[in-house]
C-alpha cells in the first residue's frame, strides 16, 4: 500500500476493531516563529502562546501548539487564516517575527480507538504516555517527522507532510489489522 | 506412550498428541514438547552432524545454548528456516524438520571422512593447509571452504511472513522469569510501577520448571509458580514468554524479539512471525541464571553425552528419560541430584562419576540408599559407541596420576562442569566483571547503565538464595524509582544447594594430543587446539579464539568460554583474568533478519515521496527514476519508442515549442526575518543586499572547506522575505544546515527559516511558447520583457489559484516555475496541459531536463561536482560576491590548494569520432604512455540525444580551463576516444533565446 496522497479522501481510510484512521478535512495552517515578549502576539490572536513545549492553547475554532523554544504550529479555519496573517502583519514591524502558510504542506490523519495509543508505538520512539490528554508534540513516526495532537485517550491526530503520508498511512494500516488480530 | 516418555512427570500434556516429521520420517510427540524432547521421547539421540569433522551430535543441552541439535524447519513455501535450535523448537502437527551437514544421510555421512583426517584440520588450519601451492587457491582450497563454511542451507525463497517492530517504556525490565525473575517483578511491582518480566522459554519459570520437588512457602513449586504468576498479573506485570532480550544498548534500550507463531500450527491471518522490542527501561534487573558446562575430555561430543542439568530438565519439564541406563560425570554437587531424579524416575544410574576426593555426606547417603555405584577421584577419558553412546571408559586418580581404566556400559553419559553465570547482557552494558577464585569464573562488577544483576547470573545458587536475592533487587529498584516497597520473605524446602570445582580437560592416561576432547561443539574446537594456539604464539584469549574459532559460532561460546579460558590460561600458566575473557555481543540468540527488517520489506522499505502531479505521469506512461527518497518521472515514452527516442522527441519539443516539468521536488525553504538579507549573505556567496524585491538570483551554498554543496534560485518576495531553492536532494540538509549556523553561529540574527518543500506544488514550462501559453491564466503581472523580465518572481494568480510565479531558466529557453499551494498542483499541470495542446505541449521528466540543462552548462550539484569543486573550478566565479565581508566556505576559498592553477576544472567535451562518453571514465593527456596512467579527471555528464545534434559531454579536467580548444583521450576496454575541450555552453552562449 503506497497510493499516492491525492488519492486520499477525508472520512475512514482503515478501520478495524483496535483503532479507527481517517483523514481530517482541509484546515488552515500557519508556521510561527517569534521570541522576546509575546504579549503583542497573544494580543493579536486573542488568546496567550502556550508557553511550555507541548501545551496547546485555543480561541474561536483556532488551535495553538508550542513545538520549540521559538515555535508554535496554528490550525484555523481556512477562511481564519488571512485574518490572522492580516493581524501579525500588522504588528512586523515593532515585533519581528516569521508567519508561514503551510496549509498545503500538511494532511492530518485522525487516529481514535482502543488501541490508537499502542498503535502509535508501532512506529513513536517517545513514550506515547507523555503526551497528556489535550498536549501535543513533535516526534517521529516510523522514521517520519510528524506533529501528534493527543485529544483525549484514545484519540490523536498526526500531522504528515503530504509525500510522506502514503508511507505513515500503510504502517497504519498494518498495525490497525495487527493490533486487532492480536486482543482476538 | 513412547518409549523413553514416564508417565505422571513433566508438564507435557501426552494426551494431545503431536505428529510432526524428521528427515521425512514421523514422530510422535506431546503438546509442549520441543523437537528435542520429542525425539529423545523416541529414543533418537543423533539429531545432526558437527561443522568441521561432521561428527555424528545429539542434543547436549535443554536450551537456547544448545550448539549441536540445529535442524532445518519447514512450514510450506518461503517459510524454511535454517539451524533452528531444536532444544527450543516447539512442535506442532505439520512441523517438518531436517538434519543439516550430512551427505547422504544423517547415519552415514562422507563429510566424516574430515574427522578421520582431523589432525589436517588442527588450529589455524586455514592459514597453513590452504597456503601452498598458490595456484590451488581458486579452484580447490576457497570452494572447499565456501562449501564447508557455515551449517544449513540459506532460504532460497522470498520469505511470505511478516515482520513487525514496537517500541516500550516501563519503569522496570527484568529480563529472565526464573525465580529471581519472578521474585523481583514481584517486589518492584508496586505503587503504580509497570514491570516488564521477559523470558525467552514458552513459559515462565525458570529453573522452577526443572526442579518440581522444591517447596516454596509450604507450597509444591509448580503450584507456587502459578499462582505467584497470576498474582503478577494482577498486580499489573507485563508478561512475555518467547521473548529474548538480545542486546542491552545505551542508556537502558534493550532490544527484544518476540516469537509469535513458530509453534502454532495454523499461522492467524495478519500476525507478524517476530516483533522487534525497542524498551527503554528506566530500571532493569538481569536475572538470565548460569548456564552448565561440559567437562572435555575424550568423546564428550558423542550423541548421548549430554549436561546433566538438561537430562533433569528432559525428565522434569518433559518427562522424558534421556536414557535407562545413564552414568553421571561430574565436578559439581547438582549431576548428583539429577542422577538422583532419574533413579526415581525409573532409569538405572550406572555409576556416579565425580572428579573430587570427597563430596558431601548427605550426597553420598542418597545416593547409597537407591544403590547408584559411586566413583570419587575418577577422571572420563573415553566413550564409544557409533551414533550412539554406549560405554564410559573411567579411571582412578591419585596424586595426580591416572590409573588403569575401566569401562562403564551405559545409553547416556550425564556431565556437570559446573555453571556459568550468564553475563551476556551484562556485558553489554559495558559492566566490568571480576574473577572469583573459589568459583572459578566470572563475576558481575560495575555497569554504567542504571542496571541490577541477581540471582544464579551473579554467582549465587539454590532457590532460595535467589528467590531472596531477586527480592532484594526488585526492591532496590522500586527504591530508586521513589517507591516503598515492601519485605518479602521466601523459604524454600527440598532447596538443592550445592558447589563444585571448576576442571580444564581431564586427566587422562592417553596421549592428550590425539583426544578429541570438545571445548566449542559447534565450531569443533578440541582441547588440544587450545593448547597448540598457545604454543604457536597465542597469549591473548582474543588472539586464541579467532585462531581456533572457540566461542564464535551462534551460541556465542555460551558453553565453551569458560572451559576455554581455563585450558588456554593452564596452557600460558597464568590466572585465568590475566588472560581475559573474551567480549560478548549481541545478539544472545541467533536473530532472523525479519525481525531486525521489521515492517520495513516490500513497499514499505523505504519512504518513497511523490508529487501531487506524480499519478498524472503514472496514467501518463512515464517511467520513473528514484531521487533521493523521491520517485521523478524520468520520461514519457510513447508507444515504440525507447528512452533515447523519447528523450530526443521531449528535448526537441521544447526547444521548439513549449515542455512541461513537475519540479515540485526541489526544497524549498522560507527565509522570513529583518535580517534575513544579512543571512543570505553570510549563508550564499553571491551579494543579496541589492537584489530587489520580485527580483531572483541564482545562489550557490558552499561548505565551510569552500566547495559547492547545493544551488538553486532564490527570489526575494519582500524587503525581509526570500524564496530559497534548493536541490531536490539537499532540500534537508541544506535547511539542517542553515538552522545549525542560525543556532550556533549567529543567534543573534533576527531570522526563522521554515520549510516550504512541501506546501508547493511547482510546475515548469519552457520553451519558445511559454510566455504565450502562461499569459492569458496569469493575473497580476503582465508576461512581457519588461514588465516580467528572465530572473523576476511575483505573488498573484494562476488558473485562478494562488501562486508565487518565477520566471528563471534551467533549459535555456525561456522558462517560468509556477507554485501553487501543493493540493492544488495537479489543478495547475492539467489546466496548464489544456491550454498548451495548442502549442503541443510536451511532458518532459528528468532526462530531458538534464539534457537540456547540460546543453547550457548549467551544473547539477553531485553530479559535475562531488564534494571537491570549487566555484572558480566551475567556472562560476561570477557567482561569488568579491566585496563581501564574509560567507560560508570565503576562508575555505583562500587556502593555496584551492586557489591552485592546475586544479581539476569543468570544461565541455564533444568527441572526435561523435561517440557518446561513459560517465566517470577517466581521462588522459597522452594515450601512449605507460599504464599506470595519470588520470587527470573524469567525465561528469555525458547524452547523446538532445537539440545540437550530437553527443556532448562535461567534464572535470586538471587545468582545463585553460586548454580549450586541445585534445584529451578516454582510454575504454576497447578502445581510447579521443575528445576537444570545449567551452561548458554548447546552446546558444548569448542567451538570445531566454527573451520573450
Same mark, same amino acid.
Request: aromatic share 8%; net charge negative.
Given at each position: 500500500?503506497?497510493?499516492?496522497?491525492?488519492?486520499?479522501?477525508?472520512?475512514?481510510?482503515?478501520?478495524?476493531?483496535?483503532?479507527?484512521?481517517?483523514?481530517?478535512?482541509?484546515?488552515?495552517?500557519?508556521?510561527?516563529?517569534?521570541?522576546?515578549?509575546?504579549?503583542?502576539?497573544?494580543?493579536?490572536?486573542?488568546?496567550?502562546?502556550?508557553?511550555?513545549?507541548?501545551?496547546?492553547?485555543?480561541?474561536?475554532?483556532?488551535?495553538?501548539?508550542?513545538?520549540?523554544?521559538?515555535?508554535?504550529?496554528?490550525?484555523?479555519?481556512?477562511?481564519?487564516?488571512?485574518?490572522?496573517?492580516?493581524?501579525?502583519?500588522?504588528?512586523?514591524?515593532?515585533?519581528?517575527?516569521?508567519?508561514?502558510?503551510?496549509?498545503?504542506?500538511?494532511?492530518?490523519?485522525?487516529?481514535?480507538?482502543?488501541?490508537?495509543?499502542?498503535?502509535?508505538?508501532?512506529?513513536?520512539?517517545?513514550?506515547?504516555?507523555?503526551?497528556?490528554?489535550?498536549?501535543?508534540?513533535?516526534?517521529?513516526?516510523?522514521?517520519?517527522?510528524?506533529?501528534?495532537?493527543?485529544?483525549?485517550?484514545?484519540?490523536?491526530?498526526?500531522?504528515?507532510?503530504?509525500?510522506?503520508?502514503?508511507?505513515?498511512?500503510?504502517?497504519?494500516?498494518?498495525?490497525?489489522?495487527?493490533?486487532?488480530?492480536?486482543?482476538? | 506412550?513412547?518409549?523413553?516418555?514416564?508417565?505422571?512427570?513433566?508438564?507435557?500434556?501426552?494426551?494431545?498428541?503431536?505428529?510432526?516429521?524428521?528427515?521425512?520420517?514421523?514422530?510422535?510427540?506431546?503438546?509442549?514438547?520441543?523437537?528435542?524432547?520429542?525425539?529423545?521421547?523416541?529414543?533418537?539421540?543423533?539429531?545432526?552432524?558437527?561443522?568441521?569433522?561432521?561428527?555424528?551430535?545429539?542434543?547436549?543441552?535443554?536450551?537456547?545454548?544448545?550448539?549441536?541439535?540445529?535442524?532445518?524447519?519447514?512450514?510450506?513455501?518461503?517459510?524454511?528456516?535454517?539451524?533452528?535450535?531444536?532444544?527450543?523448537?516447539?512442535?506442532?502437527?505439520?512441523?517438518?524438520?531436517?538434519?543439516?551437514?550430512?551427505?547422504?544421510?544423517?547415519?552415514?555421512?562422507?563429510?566424516?571422512?574430515?574427522?578421520?583426517?582431523?589432525?589436517?584440520?588442527?588450529?589455524?588450519?586455514?592459514?597453513?593447509?590452504?597456503?601452498?601451492?598458490?595456484?590451488?587457491?581458486?579452484?580447490?582450497?576457497?570452494?572447499?571452504?565456501?562449501?564447508?563454511?557455515?551449517?544449513?542451507?540459506?532460504?532460497?525463497?522470498?520469505?511470505?511472513?511478516?515482520?513487525?517492530?514496537?517500541?516500550?517504556?516501563?519503569?522496570?525490565?527484568?529480563?529472565?522469569?526464573?525465580?529471581?525473575?519472578?521474585?523481583?517483578?514481584?517486589?518492584?511491582?508496586?505503587?503504580?510501577?509497570?514491570?516488564?518480566?521477559?523470558?525467552?522459554?514458552?513459559?515462565?519459570?525458570?529453573?522452577?520448571?526443572?526442579?518440581?520437588?522444591?517447596?516454596?512457602?509450604?507450597?509444591?513449586?509448580?503450584?507456587?509458580?502459578?499462582?505467584?504468576?497470576?498474582?503478577?498479573?494482577?498486580?499489573?506485570?507485563?508478561?512475555?514468554?518467547?521473548?529474548?532480550?538480545?542486546?542491552?544498548?545505551?542508556?537502558?534500550?534493550?532490544?527484544?524479539?518476540?516469537?509469535?507463531?513458530?509453534?502454532?500450527?495454523?499461522?492467524?491471518?495478519?500476525?507478524?512471525?517476530?516483533?522487534?522490542?525497542?524498551?527503554?527501561?528506566?530500571?532493569?534487573?538481569?536475572?538470565?541464571?548460569?548456564?552448565?558446562?561440559?567437562?572435555?575430555?575424550?568423546?564428550?561430543?558423542?550423541?548421548?553425552?549430554?549436561?546433566?542439568?538438561?537430562?533433569?530438565?528432559?525428565?522434569?519439564?518433559?518427562?522424558?528419560?534421556?536414557?535407562?541406563?545413564?552414568?553421571?560425570?561430574?565436578?559439581?554437587?547438582?549431576?548428583?541430584?539429577?542422577?538422583?531424579?532419574?533413579?526415581?524416575?525409573?532409569?538405572?544410574?550406572?555409576?556416579?562419576?565425580?572428579?573430587?576426593?570427597?563430596?558431601?555426606?548427605?550426597?553420598?547417603?542418597?545416593?547409597?540408599?537407591?544403590?547408584?555405584?559411586?566413583?570419587?577421584?575418577?577422571?572420563?577419558?573415553?566413550?564409544?559407541?557409533?551414533?550412539?553412546?554406549?560405554?564410559?571408559?573411567?579411571?582412578?586418580?591419585?596424586?595426580?596420576?591416572?590409573?588403569?581404566?575401566?569401562?562403564?556400559?551405559?545409553?547416556?553419559?550425564?556431565?556437570?562442569?559446573?555453571?556459568?553465570?550468564?553475563?551476556?547482557?551484562?556485558?553489554?552494558?559495558?559492566?566490568?566483571?571480576?574473577?572469583?577464585?573459589?568459583?572459578?569464573?566470572?563475576?558481575?562488577?560495575?555497569?554504567?547503565?542504571?542496571?541490577?544483576?541477581?540471582?544464579?547470573?551473579?554467582?549465587?545458587?539454590?532457590?532460595?538464595?535467589?528467590?531472596?536475592?531477586?527480592?532484594?533487587?526488585?526492591?532496590?529498584?522500586?527504591?530508586?524509582?521513589?517507591?516503598?516497597?515492601?519485605?518479602?520473605?521466601?523459604?524454600?524446602?527440598?532447596?538443592?544447594?550445592?558447589?563444585?570445582?571448576?576442571?580444564?580437560?581431564?586427566?587422562?592416561?592417553?596421549?592428550?594430543?590425539?583426544?578429541?576432547?570438545?571445548?566449542?561443539?559447534?565450531?569443533?574446537?578440541?582441547?588440544?587446539?587450545?593448547?597448540?594456539?598457545?604454543?604457536?604464539?597465542?597469549?591473548?584469549?582474543?588472539?586464541?579464539?579467532?585462531?581456533?574459532?572457540?566461542?564464535?559460532?551462534?551460541?556465542?561460546?555460551?558453553?565453551?568460554?569458560?572451559?576455554?579460558?581455563?585450558?588456554?590460561?593452564?596452557?600460558?600458566?597464568?590466572?585465568?583474568?590475566?588472560?581475559?575473557?573474551?567480549?560478548?555481543?549481541?545478539?544472545?540468540?541467533?536473530?532472523?533478519?525479519?525481525?531486525?527488517?521489521?515492517?520495513?520489506?516490500?513497499?514499505?522499505?523505504?519512504?518513497?515521496?511523490?508529487?501531487?502531479?506524480?499519478?498524472?505521469?503514472?496514467?501518463?506512461?512515464?517511467?520513473?527514476?528514484?531521487?533521493?527518497?523521491?520517485?521523478?518521472?524520468?520520461?514519457?515514452?510513447?508507444?515504440?519508442?525507447?528512452?533515447?527516442?523519447?528523450?530526443?522527441?521531449?528535448?526537441?519539443?521544447?526547444?521548439?515549442?513549449?515542455?512541461?516539468?513537475?519540479?515540485?521536488?526541489?526544497?524549498?525553504?522560507?527565509?522570513?526575518?529583518?535580517?534575513?538579507?544579512?543571512?543570505?549573505?553570510?549563508?550564499?556567496?553571491?551579494?543579496?543586499?541589492?537584489?530587489?524585491?520580485?527580483?531572483?538570483?541564482?545562489?550557490?551554498?558552499?561548505?565551510?572547506?569552500?566547495?559547492?554543496?547545493?544551488?538553486?534560485?532564490?527570489?526575494?518576495?519582500?524587503?525581509?522575505?526570500?524564496?530559497?531553492?534548493?536541490?531536490?536532494?539537499?532540500?534537508?540538509?541544506?535547511?539542517?544546515?542553515?538552522?545549525?549556523?542560525?543556532?550556533?553561529?549567529?543567534?543573534?540574527?533576527?531570522?526563522?527559516?521554515?520549510?516550504?518543500?512541501?506546501?508547493?506544488?511547482?510546475?515548469?514550462?519552457?520553451?519558445?511558447?511559454?510566455?504565450?501559453?502562461?499569459?492569458?491564466?496569469?493575473?497580476?503581472?503582465?508576461?512581457?520583457?519588461?514588465?516580467?523580465?528572465?530572473?523576476?518572481?511575483?505573488?498573484?494568480?494562476?488558473?485562478?489559484?494562488?501562486?508565487?510565479?518565477?520566471?528563471?531558466?534551467?533549459?535555456?529557453?525561456?522558462?517560468?516555475?509556477?507554485?501553487?499551494?501543493?493540493?492544488?498542483?495537479?489543478? &495547475?499541470? #492539467? %489546466?496548464?496541459?489544456?491550454?498548451?495542446?495548442?502549442?503541443? *505541449?510536451? +511532458?518532459?521528466? =528528468?532526462? !530531458?531536463?538534464? /539534457?537540456?540543462?547540460?546543453?547550457?552548462?548549467?551544473?547539477?550539484?553531485?553530479?559535475?561536482?562531488?564534494?571537491?569543486?570549487?566555484?572558480?573550478?566551475?567556472?562560476?566565479?561570477?557567482?561569488?560576491?568579491?566585496?563581501?565581508?564574509?560567507?560560508?566556505?570565503?576562508?575555505?576559498?583562500?587556502?593555496?590548494?584551492?586557489?591552485?592553477?592546475?586544479?581539476?576544472?569543468?570544461?565541455?567535451?564533444?568527441?572526435?569520432?561523435?561517440?557518446?562518453?561513459?560517465?566517470?571514465?577517466?581521462?588522459?593527456?597522452?594515450?601512449?604512455?605507460?599504464?599506470?596512467?595519470?588520470?587527470?579527471?573524469?567525465?561528469?555528464?555525458?547524452?547523446?540525444?538532445?537539440?545540437?545534434?550530437?553527443?556532448?559531454?562535461?567534464?572535470?579536467?586538471?587545468?582545463?580551463?585553460?586548454? &580549450?580548444? #586541445? %585534445?584529451?583521450?578516454?582510454?575504454?576496454?576497447?578502445?581510447? *576516444?579521443? +575528445?576537444?575541450? =570545449?567551452? !561548458?555552453?554548447? /546552446?546558444?552562449?548569448?542567451?538570445?533565446?531566454?527573451?520573450?
Amino acid at each position: 500500500m503506497n497510493a499516492p496522497v491525492s488519492s486520499f479522501t477525508s472520512g475512514a481510510l482503515v478501520e478495524t476493531s483496535a483503532a479507527r484512521i481517517s483523514k481530517a478535512p482541509a484546515i488552515g495552517r500557519l508556521s510561527l516563529r517569534a521570541r522576546g515578549d509575546l504579549a503583542p502576539f497573544d494580543a493579536a490572536l486573542g488568546v496567550g502562546l502556550p508557553l511550555s513545549i507541548g501545551q496547546r492553547a485555543s480561541v474561536d475554532g483556532t488551535e495553538i501548539l508550542r513545538l520549540g523554544p521559538d515555535e508554535w504550529t496554528l490550525t484555523t479555519p481556512v477562511p481564519r487564516t488571512a485574518q490572522i496573517e492580516a493581524a501579525f502583519a500588522e504588528i512586523y514591524e515593532a515585533h519581528p517575527h516569521s508567519l508561514v502558510d503551510i496549509s498545503g504542506r500538511e494532511v492530518t490523519f485522525e487516529i481514535e480507538g482502543a488501541q490508537a495509543a499502542e498503535l502509535l508505538t508501532l512506529g513513536c520512539p517517545r513514550d506515547i504516555e507523555t503526551i497528556l490528554p489535550g498536549q501535543g508534540r513533535r516526534t517521529v513516526f516510523d522514521g517520519v517527522t510528524v506533529v501528534l495532537w493527543r485529544d483525549a485517550e484514545d484519540r490523536f491526530r498526526m500531522d504528515v507532510w503530504q509525500s510522506f503520508a502514503p508511507h505513515v498511512l500503510a504502517l497504519l494500516d498494518t498495525g490497525c489489522r495487527e493490533l486487532a488480530a492480536q486482543s482476538h | 506412550m513412547s518409549q523413553y516418555r514416564v508417565s505422571g512427570r513433566g508438564r507435557v500434556d501426552t494426551s494431545r498428541p503431536v505428529t510432526f516429521t524428521f528427515d521425512g520420517k514421523r514422530f510422535t510427540g506431546a503438546q509442549g514438547d520441543t523437537v528435542a524432547s520429542a525425539l529423545l521421547a523416541n529414543g533418537v539421540h543423533l539429531m545432526g552432524r558437527s561443522f568441521k569433522y561432521h561428527r555424528p551430535r545429539g542434543a547436549v543441552a535443554a536450551g537456547s545454548e544448545e550448539p549441536n541439535a540445529l535442524i532445518g524447519t519447514r512450514r510450506g513455501p518461503g517459510r524454511f528456516e535454517p539451524n533452528t535450535r531444536a532444544t527450543v523448537q516447539e512442535i506442532w502437527n505439520g512441523l517438518e524438520t531436517n538434519s543439516q551437514n550430512k551427505y547422504p544421510s544423517l547415519k552415514f555421512d562422507v563429510g566424516a571422512v574430515n574427522d578421520a583426517a582431523y589432525m589436517l584440520f588442527s588450529a589455524g588450519f586455514y592459514y597453513k593447509t590452504f597456503m601452498w601451492p598458490k595456484n590451488f587457491w581458486h579452484k580447490v582450497y576457497e570452494p572447499f571452504i565456501r562449501a564447508a563454511a557455515g551449517l544449513g542451507v540459506s532460504p532460497t525463497e522470498e520469505d511470505p511472513d511478516h515482520y513487525a517492530s514496537r517500541y516500550l517504556h516501563c519503569d522496570v525490565l527484568i529480563v529472565g522469569a526464573g525465580p529471581t525473575g519472578i521474585a523481583a517483578a514481584r517486589a518492584a511491582a508496586v505503587d503504580g510501577l509497570k514491570v516488564v518480566l521477559v523470558d525467552e522459554n514458552a513459559e515462565a519459570g525458570g529453573t522452577l520448571l526443572s526442579e518440581p520437588q522444591a517447596q516454596i512457602d509450604g507450597r509444591p513449586a509448580w503450584d507456587w509458580l502459578a499462582a505467584e504468576l497470576e498474582a503478577l498479573k494482577a498486580a499489573g506485570v507485563k508478561i512475555m514468554t518467547r521473548t529474548t532480550a538480545i542486546g542491552y544498548y545505551h542508556q537502558n534500550m534493550i532490544g527484544m524479539v518476540e516469537k509469535l507463531t513458530d509453534h502454532l500450527p495454523e499461522l492467524p491471518e495478519d500476525t507478524p512471525r517476530e516483533r522487534m522490542w525497542r524498551v527503554r527501561a528506566k530500571q532493569v534487573v538481569l536475572a538470565q541464571g548460569a548456564l552448565e558446562k561440559p567437562l572435555v575430555f575424550h568423546g564428550n561430543d558423542r550423541p548421548g553425552v549430554m549436561l546433566a542439568g538438561s537430562a533433569q530438565t528432559y525428565l522434569n519439564r518433559y518427562g522424558v528419560l534421556v536414557g535407562k541406563r545413564p552414568v553421571i560425570v561430574t565436578s559439581h554437587d547438582s549431576a548428583w541430584f539429577a542422577a538422583f531424579d532419574l533413579q526415581d524416575a525409573g532409569a538405572q544410574v550406572q555409576a556416579i562419576v565425580d572428579l573430587r576426593e570427597g563430596v558431601h555426606e548427605a550426597l553420598l547417603s542418597e545416593a547409597r540408599a537407591r544403590g547408584i555405584t559411586v566413583k570419587l577421584s575418577h577422571t572420563a577419558t573415553a566413550t564409544s559407541g557409533r551414533l550412539r553412546v554406549s560405554s564410559l571408559r573411567v579411571n582412578p586418580v591419585s596424586g595426580g596420576s591416572v590409573g588403569a581404566g575401566e569401562e562403564i556400559r551405559c545409553d547416556a553419559v550425564l556431565m556437570s562442569g559446573g555453571w556459568t553465570p550468564s553475563l551476556h547482557l551484562f556485558s553489554h552494558t559495558k559492566g566490568s566483571l571480576a574473577w572469583d577464585d573459589d568459583r572459578t569464573t566470572f563475576l558481575p562488577k560495575d555497569t554504567p547503565e542504571d542496571c541490577l544483576i541477581a540471582g544464579a547470573s551473579r554467582g549465587l545458587w539454590g532457590v532460595e538464595a535467589v528467590l531472596k536475592d531477586g527480592a532484594e533487587k526488585g526492591r532496590e529498584v522500586a527504591e530508586l524509582l521513589g517507591k516503598t516497597p515492601a519485605q518479602v520473605a521466601y523459604s524454600v524446602a527440598g532447596d538443592r544447594t550445592g558447589t563444585g570445582i571448576s576442571m580444564k580437560e581431564l586427566p587422562t592416561d592417553r596421549s592428550p594430543g590425539k583426544a578429541k576432547a570438545f571445548v566449542d561443539y559447534q565450531n569443533d574446537v578440541t582441547a588440544k587446539d587450545l593448547r597448540l594456539a598457545v604454543r604457536e604464539g597465542m597469549r591473548s584469549i582474543e588472539h586464541v579464539k579467532r585462531y581456533t574459532t572457540n566461542g564464535m559460532a551462534t551460541d556465542q561460546g555460551k558453553m565453551s568460554n569458560i572451559n576455554g579460558l581455563n585450558i588456554a590460561a593452564d596452557a600460558l600458566g597464568k590466572k585465568q583474568p590475566q588472560v581475559g575473557l573474551t567480549t560478548f555481543r549481541p545478539p544472545y540468540t541467533p536473530t532472523s533478519f525479519g525481525a531486525f527488517a521489521g515492517y520495513h520489506r516490500g513497499d514499505h522499505f523505504e519512504v518513497t515521496r511523490k508529487t501531487q502531479i506524480d499519478a498524472w505521469a503514472e496514467e501518463n506512461g512515464a517511467v520513473f527514476e528514484p531521487v533521493s527518497q523521491w520517485r521523478r518521472a524520468w520520461y514519457f515514452p510513447k508507444a515504440g519508442e525507447d528512452m533515447d527516442a523519447a528523450v530526443a522527441r521531449e528535448c526537441a519539443a521544447t526547444r521548439k515549442s513549449v515542455g512541461i516539468f513537475d519540479a515540485s521536488t526541489l526544497g524549498k525553504i522560507e527565509v522570513v526575518g529583518p535580517d534575513a538579507v544579512e543571512f543570505m549573505n553570510r549563508m550564499y556567496t553571491n551579494p543579496w543586499t541589492k537584489l530587489g524585491v520580485g527580483k531572483c538570483r541564482y545562489g550557490l551554498l558552499l561548505g565551510d572547506d569552500g566547495y559547492i554543496r547545493d544551488d538553486g534560485v532564490i527570489g526575494r518576495l519582500g524587503q525581509d522575505k526570500f524564496h530559497v531553492t534548493t536541490t531536490t536532494g539537499g532540500a534537508a540538509r541544506v535547511m539542517n544546515m542553515m538552522e545549525d549556523y542560525l543556532q550556533t553561529e549567529w543567534p543573534d540574527l533576527n531570522v526563522w527559516l521554515t520549510s516550504t518543500t512541501e506546501q508547493w506544488s511547482t510546475v515548469a514550462l519552457n520553451g519558445p511558447n511559454a510566455a504565450k501559453l502562461l499569459a492569458p491564466l496569469v493575473e497580476g503581472v503582465e508576461l512581457t520583457e519588461e514588465t516580467f523580465p528572465h530572473m523576476s518572481c511575483v505573488e498573484c494568480t494562476v488558473a485562478g489559484m494562488p501562486a508565487r510565479l518565477f520566471r528563471v531558466s534551467f533549459t535555456g529557453e525561456i522558462g517560468f516555475e509556477v507554485n501553487v499551494p501543493a493540493p492544488m498542483g495537479r489543478q &495547475l499541470w #492539467e %489546466t496548464l496541459w489544456e491550454a498548451g495542446q495548442q502549442y503541443g *505541449i510536451t +511532458a518532459y521528466g =528528468t532526462e !530531458t531536463m538534464h /539534457v537540456l540543462r547540460a546543453e547550457k552548462g548549467y551544473i547539477i550539484v553531485g553530479q559535475d561536482t562531488d564534494g571537491t569543486v570549487t566555484p572558480y573550478d566551475a567556472g562560476m566565479g561570477w557567482a561569488v560576491g568579491k566585496k563581501k565581508p564574509d560567507f560560508v566556505g570565503m576562508r575555505g576559498l583562500a587556502r593555496p590548494d584551492l586557489r591552485a592553477k592546475n586544479r581539476k576544472q569543468l570544461v565541455g567535451l564533444l568527441t572526435e569520432d561523435q561517440s557518446k562518453l561513459e560517465e566517470g571514465a577517466q581521462i588522459v593527456f597522452d594515450p601512449k604512455q605507460p599504464v599506470p596512467m595519470t588520470m587527470v579527471g573524469h567525465v561528469t555528464s555525458s547524452y547523446d540525444t538532445g537539440t545540437t545534434g550530437r553527443p556532448i559531454a562535461l567534464a572535470l579536467v586538471e587545468g582545463g580551463h585553460e586548454k &580549450l580548444g #586541445e %585534445t584529451v583521450y578516454i582510454p575504454m576496454p576497447d578502445r581510447t *576516444i579521443a +575528445a576537444k575541450i =570545449t567551452s !561548458t555552453i554548447f /546552446v546558444d552562449p548569448e542567451n538570445a533565446r531566454l527573451k520573450i
